[in-house]
């Protein structure tokens, strides 16, 4: 006996001979849809053992025949047959489990079936999935289907597999979005594409993909097949899935339909290969999202959340500045005729969509003294764009688009962080910032900026006084004190103090790092508020991350009159690091505004001696540079001795204080 449940028994036909006539006559009765077998190949092959029955009592319920094909570690049915008194209870499941168990050690069952039998929408309940289609020998042609149940055996390709995805996450795509790509219907869906994603994300489709793409005309299926093929995922364990597909159904509720049935199956497998997210657009999925994390170990997302989530966890990969030092680049007003070309930069479709961002444009430029439009060149055509609209009560919208790829992305960020200020400066108590009205790596640069989701799913970025207190933020759940200054930025918190340094920069870096006077960014004079580097020599202690620094800008022959010898500037520290200049320029370069001979002279005549990078963000320039006279007093009123800077060197946090109020007169 191979396995019983309730009444009934899974036998092998070799033990139980008993049995061989009454599956003869099955087989007979049903011989218009298994097809002509002898009687004697019949009962040899039942003699053999190839065959097992499921028994009630002394009735037979049903039976599979099939034959091991050892040369590709395959078994085969020949017949599944069910007699009509026992259907609707999951005999035929029964035996095609049954048949996996008996045989673990083979890749998988394969069979073959006219897509016209009945017969053809069952195969999916039993986990066979479609792999393709032959030629049939019936006189109409019909083709024969190919269905798959694999064991999810470990193979060449699954080695393969692996090694390509590497650290990556794994994200499963819904047909609906390969359908996308193919029929080019979905800028969202388009947007996967991007080749900054596949250094982190590697995308895959089902093999259920393959069984929806086999109810498309057959034209249209052998184009499908190509292109889901290039995604596909290694074979997995039907066994597996079939149980999942179970739980699955307990959240979204018994499939009473083919699409269900496959919407659960995806949902299965894509759990079963470990995958980290599911991609749909399908709305039904996505509302289930919530109580389906638990039962697959997965999130199912849209698209754009993908994109986000993973922008704002590897934000490098799109935030390049080295991209643009090749060409020329210029931030400038808003033109009106730009107006329709702005709106749809990331590809968007949407007509709604695009009517609410060409509004509140249009609200922004229409009352500079409320709002704000910038629009950032390159080679003369505009690639990123952030327009401020006030909504009422303190609050600003805000617009947020760009091109798709690095070079829009990292103008982006940088005109953000332009936003933020120009918001501040006008009064605006919060921005409000709707994800459908900003491309994808906007919303992760203002997440960086300590823009926080709300519980109807826009985000939200406080905008307090530009010295305040934690208790006046109203923290939102969840969020560390030790997150408060990316929260409150550009405010200085006066009761949370951290570490700060003040950081000798001679006025050509601090030109090209954060200092906007001249308005203009053309070619390889960089300003980078947003995130940047700055090299430094071995010398002095490593800056702590979330510490502050105090840029003090030196005197040399640059001809900066106005900020030579003053603190003109503060900026957080992200990291810093110590080690050989080519391993540190190596992780640092895509900053962009250092080039390697800049890196070797601060390194000196050995290029691989030590050097350090403070990687910072988040920069405010002082309205008003605090100059060197005024710094010996404020260091004398708090009872600190003042040495040249000529390194960084940490100084107390009330000094800071008077420091940043000095260079903040009406704050």
Same mark, same amino acid.
């Given at each position: 006996? !191979?396995?019983?449940?309730?009444?009934?028994?899974?036998?092998?036909?070799?033990?139980?001979?008993?049995?061989?006539?009454?599956?003869?006559?099955?087989?007979?009765?049903?011989?218009?849809?298994?097809?002509?077998?002898?009687? +004697?190949?019949?009962?040899?092959? !039942?003699?053999?053992?190839?065959?097992?029955?499921?028994?009630?009592?002394?009735?037979?319920?049903?039976?599979?025949?099939?034959?091991?094909?050892?040369?590709?570690?395959?078994?085969?049915?020949?017949?599944?047959?069910?007699?009509?008194?026992?259907?609707?209870?999951?005999?035929?499941?029964?035996?095609?489990?049954?048949?996996?168990?008996?045989?673990?050690?083979?890749?998988?069952?394969?069979?073959?079936?006219?897509?016209?039998?009945?017969?053809?929408?069952?195969?999916?309940?039993?986990?066979?999935?479609?792999?393709?289609?032959?030629?049939?020998?019936?006189?109409?042609?019909?083709?024969?289907?190919?269905?798959?149940?694999?064991?999810?055996?470990?193979?060449?390709?699954?080695?393969?597999?692996?090694?390509?995805?590497?650290?990556?996450?794994?994200?499963?795509?819904?047909?609906?979005?390969?359908?996308?790509?193919?029929?080019?219907?979905?800028?969202?869906?388009?947007?996967?594409?991007?080749?900054?994603?596949?250094?982190?994300?590697?995308?895959?489709?089902?093999?259920?993909?393959?069984?929806?793409?086999?109810?498309?005309?057959?034209?249209?299926?052998?184009?499908?097949?190509?292109?889901?093929?290039?995604?596909?995922?290694?074979?997995?364990?039907?066994?597996?899935?079939?149980?999942?597909?179970?739980?699955?159904?307990?959240?979204?509720?018994?499939?009473?339909?083919?699409?269900?049935?496959?919407?659960?199956?995806?949902?299965?497998?894509?759990?079963?290969?470990?995958?980290?997210?599911?991609?749909?657009?399908?709305?039904?999925?996505?509302?289930?999202?919530?109580?389906?994390?638990?039962?697959?170990?997965?999130?199912?997302?849209?698209?754009?959340?993908?994109?986000?989530?993973?922008?704002?966890?590897?934000?490098?990969?799109?935030?390049?500045?080295?991209?643009?030092?090749?060409?020329?680049?210029?931030?400038?007003?808003?033109?009106?005729?730009?107006?329709?070309? !702005?709106?749809?930069?990331?590809?968007?479709?949407?007509?709604?969509?695009?009517?609410?961002?060409?509004?509140?444009?249009?609200?922004?430029?229409?009352?500079?003294?409320?709002?704000?439009?910038?629009?950032?060149?390159?080679?003369?055509?505009?690639?990123?764009?952030?327009?401020?609209?006030?909504?009422?009560?303190?609050?600003?919208?805000?617009?947020?688009?760009?091109?798709?790829?690095?070079?829009?992305?990292?103008?982006?960020?940088?005109?953000?962080? +332009?936003?933020?200020?120009?918001?501040?400066?006008?009064?605006?108590?919060?921005?409000?910032?709707?994800?459908?009205?900003?491309?994808?790596?906007?919303?992760?640069?203002?997440?960086?900026?300590?823009?926080?989701?709300?519980?109807?799913?826009?985000? +939200?970025?406080?905008?307090?006084?530009?010295?305040?207190?934690?208790?006046?933020?109203? !923290?939102?759940?969840?969020?560390?004190?030790?997150?408060?200054?990316?929260?409150?930025?550009?405010?200085?918190? +006066?009761?949370?103090?951290?570490?700060?340094?003040?950081?000798?920069?001679?006025?050509?870096?601090?030109?090209?790092?954060?200092?906007?006077?001249?308005?203009?960014?053309?070619?390889?004079?960089?300003?980078?508020?947003?995130?940047?580097?700055?090299?430094?020599?071995?010398?002095?202690?490593?800056?702590?991350?979330?510490?502050?620094?105090?840029?003090?800008?030196?005197?040399?022959?640059?001809?900066?009159?106005?900020?030579?010898?003053?603190?003109?500037?503060?900026?957080?520290?992200?990291?810093?690091?110590?080690?050989?200049?080519?391993?540190?320029?190596?992780?640092?370069?895509?900053?962009?505004?250092?080039?390697?001979?800049?890196?070797?002279?601060?390194?000196?005549?050995?290029?691989?001696?030590?050097?350090?990078?403070?990687?910072?963000?988040?920069?405010?320039?002082?309205?008003?540079?605090?100059?060197?006279?005024?710094?010996?007093?404020?260091?004398?009123?708090?009872?600190?001795?003042?040495?040249?800077?000529?390194?960084?060197?940490?100084?107390?946090?009330?000094?800071?204080?008077?420091?940043?109020?000095?260079?903040?007169?009406?704050?």
């Amino acid at each position: 006996m !191979l396995a019983t449940t309730d009444n009934m028994c899974i036998l092998s036909s070799k033990d139980h001979p008993g049995f061989h006539d009454a599956a003869v006559q099955l087989g007979d009765a049903n011989r218009r849809w298994l097809g002509m077998l002898p009687r +004697q190949a019949f009962l040899d092959l !039942l003699g053999d053992g190839m065959a097992l029955l499921a028994v009630e009592g002394d009735r037979l319920a049903g039976y599979t025949l099939y034959r091991r094909v050892k040369s590709r570690h395959e078994v085969s049915i020949t017949h599944l047959c069910v007699a009509d008194d026992f259907r609707r209870r999951q005999v035929a499941r029964r035996l095609v489990d049954a048949l996996s168990d008996a045989h673990p050690g083979f890749r998988s069952i394969t069979l073959k079936c006219r897509r016209d039998y009945a017969a053809h929408k069952l195969w999916p309940r039993l986990g066979f999935n479609v792999v393709g289609e032959v030629p049939g020998r019936s006189k109409e042609g019909h083709p024969l289907v190919i269905w798959r149940r694999s064991h999810g055996q470990p193979n060449l390709l699954s080695l393969i597999f692996e090694a390509d995805l590497g650290e990556r996450a794994l994200a499963v795509v819904d047909l609906n979005i390969l359908l996308d790509w193919q029929d080019d219907r979905s800028a969202e869906s388009a947007a996967l594409l991007e080749d900054w994603l596949t250094d982190s994300v590697k995308l895959c489709v089902t093999p259920e993909s393959l069984t929806e793409i086999d109810r498309a005309e057959r034209a249209r299926r052998e184009v499908l097949r190509l292109a889901a093929d290039a995604y596909s995922l290694p074979e997995l364990d039907e066994r597996l899935v079939c149980k999942l597909v179970d739980r699955v159904s307990a959240v979204l509720g018994r499939p009473e339909k083919k699409q269900e049935l496959s919407d659960r199956r995806q949902l299965a497998q894509a759990s079963v290969a470990d995958a980290d997210f599911f991609v749909t657009r399908d709305e039904e999925l996505l509302a289930h999202a919530t109580e389906l994390e638990p039962v697959l170990g997965l999130r199912v997302v849209r698209p754009l959340e993908l994109l986000h989530i993973v922008a704002r966890d590897s934000l490098p990969l799109a935030y390049q500045p080295a991209c643009l030092v090749s060409g020329e680049v210029r931030f400038g007003v808003f033109q009106t005729k730009e107006l329709p070309g !702005l709106c749809t930069l990331d590809g968007v479709l949407d007509p709604g969509v695009i009517q609410t961002r060409q509004e509140l444009v249009v609200a922004a430029h229409s009352n500079p003294a409320t709002g704000h439009v910038a629009v950032a060149r390159s080679a003369k055509q505009p690639c990123a764009a952030v327009a401020i609209a006030p909504v009422g009560d303190g609050a600003a919208q805000i617009v947020a688009v760009a091109r798709p790829g690095s070079r829009g992305s990292t103008l982006l960020a940088e005109l953000l962080v +332009q936003a933020v200020h120009q918001s501040t400066a006008r009064g605006y108590t919060r921005l409000q910032i709707d994800p459908t009205l900003s491309s994808v790596p906007g919303m992760s640069v203002l997440e960086s900026l300590g823009a926080r989701r709300t519980e109807n799913g826009t985000f +939200q970025k406080r905008l307090p006084p530009r010295f305040s207190l934690l208790s006046e933020l109203e !923290l939102p759940a969840g969020v560390p004190t030790s997150d408060a200054w990316t929260v409150a930025w550009p405010s200085i918190l +006066q009761d949370v103090a951290v570490p700060v340094y003040v950081v000798p920069i001679k006025p050509k870096w601090a030109e090209r790092l954060f200092d906007r006077s001249r308005g203009r960014l053309i070619h390889e004079d960089l300003l980078f508020q947003f995130e940047n580097a700055y090299y430094k020599s071995a010398r002095g202690c490593l800056l702590p991350p979330g510490s502050i620094i105090a840029w003090y800008q030196s005197a040399d022959d640059f001809g900066h009159r106005r900020s030579v010898g003053a603190v003109t500037a503060w900026s957080s520290v992200i990291a810093s690091e110590r080690g050989p200049a080519t391993e540190v320029y190596a992780h640092h370069r895509h900053l962009g505004v250092y080039r390697w001979a800049d890196v070797a002279k601060v390194a000196g005549k050995e290029e691989n001696q030590n050097v350090t990078a403070i990687r910072f963000c988040r920069t405010m320039t002082l309205p008003r540079p605090v100059s060197l006279r005024e710094l010996r007093e404020l260091y004398a009123e708090h009872e600190t001795s003042w040495t040249n800077v000529i390194t960084a060197r940490e100084i107390g946090w009330e000094l800071a204080l008077a420091i940043f109020r000095a260079g903040n007169p009406s704050g």
